[in-house]
């Protein structure tokens, strides 16, 4: 069965957005959890996936340009990732979003819809999220892995990862500094 790796890029106090429902502190919103070898799939929620295509699609498009949630323009892992994220398919999980420009999109419905998804041959699915998809999906047993990037900021209020889950034990799989202010926590959910 393939592994569904989610990856969450966290404050310190373990909010995944701000007040203003962002992550301001995120300085790339690139894939620094060292997946890209390792998936050939991506899993979303409705509330990101919006959001998430139009920002990679205008990187892709217009390379040297801040976008949106950037005030600087792209690094060079967010082009490989926006040059990467329209070929690799994409799952949507919603029972509302049904429209994508992207050609490699297919919407799930249901648990049971992603349990099917991880039975298919393939390598690992990233869950790229958002918070609350990610959080339900551990709550349901469906996720595999977690791979956190701590940074160091106390963010006080906004939407934290783990808000509304029952407790459960992980097991670490490895830690590592990725600078020198930034943590890598690994995780398995079982």
Known sequence: MRKLIAGMKLSLDGMATGPEDMADWVDAWSED???TGEIDACLLGAGMFPGYEAY???VRADPATPHWIR???P???EL???N???RMPHYVLSNGVTETRWPNVAFLRSLADVEALKRQPGKSIYLVGGARLTAGLIEAGLVDQVRLILHPLIAGEGRRLFAESGRRALRLLDSRAIDE???MLSYATR
């Open 56 to 58: 990679w699609t205008a």
């Open 71 to 73: 005030e600087t323009p």
């Open 80 to 82: 490989a990732w926006a």
């Open 181 to 183: 202010s930034r943590v």
């Open 33 to 35: 959890y060292g997946l």
């Open 75 to 77: 690094t060079k892992a």
């Open 84 to 86: 990467l994220a329209p």
